[in-house]
């Protein structure tokens, strides 16, 4: 392991002395979900990668992968009064696989830091289980007759976020983001709930590595 950490610290040696035109990013998330169970009551982990531009001022744009969860149940005395037919689920985890693009305007850009603000779009695939793990999809019963769903979707990440970096171009980052997605059956609940699209909130803790290698040697 500790070889590993003195390859990375050591990676920016064999790169250009100037700004990194590209970042290399990697690091652990947790994620909580607001719908009809809940409003961010539970936090869930996860991990992300991507690529970070860095060439413009102003404007950058970053390729990011996301692998989460998001879970909720509902209070006992509130399943307990659901007496309709069918009956929504009181229980639900979804992991979920997001990649998205984003364009951020930095507000802050200097050679330590980097503040910003950030919009993108980008598509996220979700699982929605019970407490035994069985799909909740395979069963109607928890939904409206006839109801059904597609578990992917687009969305439309709103993010802010900064960053410190090292004298040797390696950085630390944390990142606060809104997916946003164009769904309301994350928890497997729609016609019987009683919210509107599901949401979740991400947030990032992230390393840093420049990728832009010298031109001449």
Do not use: C
Request: charged share 20%.
């Amino acid at each position: 392991m500790k070889y590993l950490v003195i390859l990375l610290l050591g990676l920016p040696i064999m790169l250009n002395a100037q700004a990194p035109d590209k970042y290399l990013f990697a690091g652990a998330n947790a994620n909580s979900y607001k719908g009809d169970m809940g409003d961010f009551n539970q936090w869930n982990g996860g991990f992300q990668a991507g690529i970070q531009f860095n060439k413009k001022k102003k404007l950058n744009g970053a390729l990011q992968l996301t692998f989460g969860a998001v879970s909720d149940q509902q209070k006992v005395q509130e399943s307990a009064q659901i007496s309709q037919d069918p009956s929504p689920n009181s229980y639900f985890k979804s992991n979920f696989f997001a990649i998205n693009y984003e364009v951020h305007y930095n507000i802050i850009k200097t050679s330590k830091w980097l503040v910003y603000i950030s919009q993108g779009v980008g598509f996220i695939r979700y699982t929605p289980k019970d407490e035994f793990g069985k799909k909740l999809e395979d069963q109607p019963t928890t939904r409206a007759e006839q109801e059904n769903f597609r578990s992917s979707s687009f969305m439309l990440p709103s993010s802010v976020g900064a960053a410190y970096f090292l004298a040797n171009e390696v950085g630390i980052g944390i990142q606060t983001t809104f997916y946003n997605p164009l769904t309301d059956y994350l928890d497997n609940i729609s016609e019987l709930g009683n919210s509107d699209n599901d949401n979740i909130l991400n947030l990032k803790l992230s390393l840093y590595f420049p990728i832009a290698f010298a031109n001449e040697y």
